[in-house]
C-alpha cells in the first residue's frame, strides 16, 4: 500500500513537472511584458474591441455567482449572457448569508481570477491556468441558457483549449497574460458602471449591491466599498507584478 501511494504521489508530481512551463514573466524581455499589458488594457477600454471582449469578462462575472452559488449548497437553475454585456445566475436560495455570498463574488470575481492569472503567468502555470479556465467554462455551459451564451462560452473555450494544448509555452503564457488584464481591467470597468448606477438612480435596482442591500441592514454603499476594495487590491498586485517583471 505505502509503495502504491508512493507511486501515486510520484505521479502527480510528474504530471505537474510536466505541465509546467519554464516561461514565465521573468524570462520575457520587458517590451512584452508591458506590451501584453497593455493589449488587455486596449481591449478593456477601446470601445469596439469592448464590444466582443467584455462577453468573457461578463462570463467571469457569472461564473463567480456560480461557484459561491455551489459552496452554498444552491441549486442552480441556469446563466444568461445578453447582448448588452449583461448577465444573469438564476439559482434556488435559501439562506440569506448564502444569498448575500453569492450576490458579492459577481463584480470582484474577474478581479480575483484575474489576480489569479498573473501568479500563474509569473510562476510558469500559464497552461494549467488554461486548463482549469476551459473547466470552468464547461461548467457554465451545461448552465447556459441563451444561444448567446452558448457561443460566447464554446467560443471562449475552445480559443483557450487550443492554446493550452497546442500552444507553445511563451503563447500560453502571453494569453493568459493578456486576459488577466483584460479581466483586472474589466473589473474596474464593471465597478465604475454600477457606481454610476448608484449615484444617478438609473437602473440601480440591478445592482448587485443595491439587491443586498436591500436583503441586509448593510446599505449598498458598502457593499460597493467592500467590491472596490478587492478589485483594487487586485489591481495593485497586477501592477507591481509588471514593475518587477520591468526592473
Given at each position: 500500500?505505502?509503495?502504491?501511494?508512493g507511486g501515486?504521489?510520484?505521479?502527480?508530481?510528474d504530471?505537474f513537472a510536466?505541465?509546467r512551463?519554464?516561461e514565465t514573466?521573468?524570462?520575457?524581455?520587458?517590451?512584452?511584458?508591458?506590451?501584453?499589458?497593455l493589449?488587455?488594457?486596449?481591449?478593456a477600454v477601446?470601445?469596439?474591441a469592448w464590444?466582443l471582449?467584455g462577453?468573457?469578462?461578463?462570463?467571469?462575472?457569472e461564473?463567480?455567482?456560480?461557484?459561491?452559488a455551489l459552496?452554498a449548497?444552491?441549486?442552480?437553475?441556469?446563466v444568461t449572457?445578453r447582448?448588452?454585456?449583461?448577465g444573469a445566475?438564476?439559482f434556488?436560495s435559501?439562506?440569506t448569508?448564502?444569498t448575500l455570498w453569492?450576490t458579492?463574488?459577481g463584480?470582484?470575481?474577474?478581479?480575483?481570477?484575474?489576480w489569479?492569472?498573473?501568479?500563474?503567468?509569473?510562476?510558469?502555470?500559464?497552461?494549467l491556468?488554461l486548463?482549469?479556465?476551459?473547466?470552468?467554462?464547461?461548467?457554465?455551459?451545461?448552465?447556459?441558457?441563451s444561444?448567446?451564451?452558448?457561443?460566447v462560452?464554446?467560443?471562449?473555450?475552445?480559443?483557450?483549449?487550443?492554446?493550452?494544448?497546442?500552444?507553445?509555452?511563451?503563447?500560453?503564457t502571453v494569453?493568459v497574460?493578456?486576459?488577466?488584464?483584460l479581466?483586472?481591467?474589466g473589473?474596474?470597468?464593471g465597478?465604475?458602471?454600477?457606481v454610476r448606477?448608484?449615484?444617478?438612480?438609473r437602473?440601480?435596482q440591478?445592482?448587485?449591491?443595491?439587491?443586498m442591500?436591500r436583503?441586509s441592514?448593510v446599505?449598498?454603499?458598502?457593499?460597493?466599498?467592500t467590491f472596490?476594495?478587492?478589485?483594487?487590491?487586485?489591481?495593485w498586485?497586477?501592477?507591481?507584478?509588471?514593475?518587477t517583471?520591468?526592473?
Open positions: 500500500m505505502a509503495e502504491a501511494s501515486m504521489t510520484g505521479g502527480v508530481r504530471w510536466n505541465v512551463v519554464d514573466l521573468a524570462t520575457m524581455p520587458p517590451s512584452v511584458v508591458l506590451g501584453f499589458a493589449a488587455g488594457v486596449v481591449l477601446y470601445g469596439p464590444r471582449a462577453y468573457p469578462v461578463t462570463i467571469v462575472h461564473l463567480g455567482h456560480v461557484v459561491a459552496t449548497g444552491f441549486r442552480l437553475r441556469g449572457v447582448g448588452d454585456l449583461s445566475t438564476n434556488w435559501h439562506s448569508a448564502g453569492t458579492w463574488w463584480y470582484p470575481a474577474p478581479a480575483v481570477v484575474g489569479a492569472l498573473v501568479w500563474a503567468a509569473a510562476h510558469g502555470w500559464a497552461r491556468a486548463g482549469i479556465l476551459v473547466a470552468c467554462l464547461a461548467l457554465v455551459f451545461l448552465l447556459s441558457r444561444w448567446l451564451t452558448v457561443a462560452v464554446l467560443t471562449t473555450g475552445a480559443a483557450f483549449g487550443l492554446v493550452g494544448w497546442y500552444g507553445s509555452a511563451w503563447l500560453c494569453v497574460y493578456a486576459f488577466a488584464w479581466l483586472t481591467v473589473a474596474v470597468r465597478l465604475w458602471a454600477v448606477a448608484h449615484t444617478s438612480g437602473g440601480v440591478q445592482s448587485d449591491a443595491y439587491l442591500g436583503r441592514v446599505p449598498g454603499g458598502i457593499w460597493l466599498f472596490a476594495v478587492v478589485i483594487g487590491a487586485c489591481a498586485f497586477n501592477v507591481d507584478a509588471v514593475i517583471a520591468l526592473d
